[in-house]
């Protein structure tokens, strides 16, 4: 296999995208692929999309599937990269140690977080995409009790730590900061731990966007000259195809990318029953 390149960084608030150099990478990291040209997209929205299917409880919402169902997690990674990912992401959103000891399995935290590194690994390697790390908002940021600064950076540090001792990642995503010191602490652990460099709601369904606005929005970000693009919460495998389709991409999944003109109603194949399709004209159907 090829050896891959560093990866990249950008950084934008409340989300960052933070790199690293793991020992061992093959193929082009994310760094060379964005220097090349390439659009680089993301599948996230793990969290709510599990919560929709029944595996992951709301409010909490700490993502318990990873140990409890661990087949489910491996097989929603290979439905994102089939829909058009070019990055598996480590389900370790709220995977660190205050949300665990708020539901009371902080002692399953160093098992959570390996489970959900291994998973990421093993789907990004069978598949040729890039693996990302990632960490996220601890809420526990108070500006009136300093010593929340330290309780983060230890928190921040055993996350990173077990993403090394796993062999590392492409890059890593650190998101959802809503205070600008926790994204800066979180900056400055990946610098030290990860050797990186720098470069909700329970009703979301109505508030969805379409696919034909996923479509709508890739392009407009593209034309922008946005190159590492991707869909958080809300998000699932066919808006991740409409995204991947709408950047000029033909992941597997767009086999089955719908045809309209076989709609045996509202189809133009000239081969559909007449009185079918001229009954729903007829009646604005």
């Known amino acids: 296999m090829r050896h891959r390149q560093p990866g990249n960084v950008t950084i934008s608030h409340p989300n960052i ?19 090349a040209g390439e659009t680089v997209i993301c599948a996230e929205g793990y969290l709510f999309e599990f919560e929709r ?32 990912s070019d990055v598996v992401l480590a389900f370790t959103y709220y995977a660190h140690r205050e949300k665990m000891r708020i539901i009371g399995r902080e002692a399953d935290l160093e098992r959570i977080n390996r489970t959900a590194l291994r998973l990421a690994r093993k789907v990004a390697d069978d598949t040729g995409t890039l693996m990302a ?3 996220c908002n601890l ?16 928190m921040f540090k055993e996350q990173l730590e077990w993403i090394m001792e796993e062999g ?67 998000n699932a495998s066919h808006f991740t195809r409409a995204m991947a389709e709408a950047l000029g991409h033909q992941p597997p999944a767009s086999r089955y990318t719908a045809d309209m003109s076989k709609h045996a109603y509202y189809g133009t194949d000239p081969t559909l029953v007449n009185f079918n399709t001229e009954e729903v004209c007829k009646n604005k159907f």
């Open 168 to 234: 590392g990642c492409d890059f890593i995503v650190a998101e959802t900061f809503f205070a600008y010191a926790e994204a800066k602490l979180a900056l400055e652990c990946v610098r030290k731990y990860a050797k990186g460099k720098v470069a909700f709601p329970l009703d979301l369904d109505p508030w969805l966007c379409s696919r034909s606005q996923i479509a709508a929005f890739s392009r407009r970000a593209h034309d922008i000259g946005v190159r590492y693009i991707g869909l958080c919460c809300g």
């Open 17 to 35: 995208c933070l790199e690293m150099t793991p020992a061992c990478l093959y193929f082009p990291g994310l760094l060379a692929r964005l220097q």
């Open 139 to 154: 809420n526990i940021y108070d500006p009136v009790k300093p010593d929340w600064e330290e309780r983060a950076h230890d």
């Open 53 to 84: 299917r029944g595996y992951l409880k709301a409010g909490g919402f700490v993502p318990e599937v990873v140990i409890e169902h661990p087949e489910l997690v491996e097989g929603l990674h290979r439905e994102f990269v089939h829909a058009g």
């Open 133 to 135: 790390g990632n960490i």
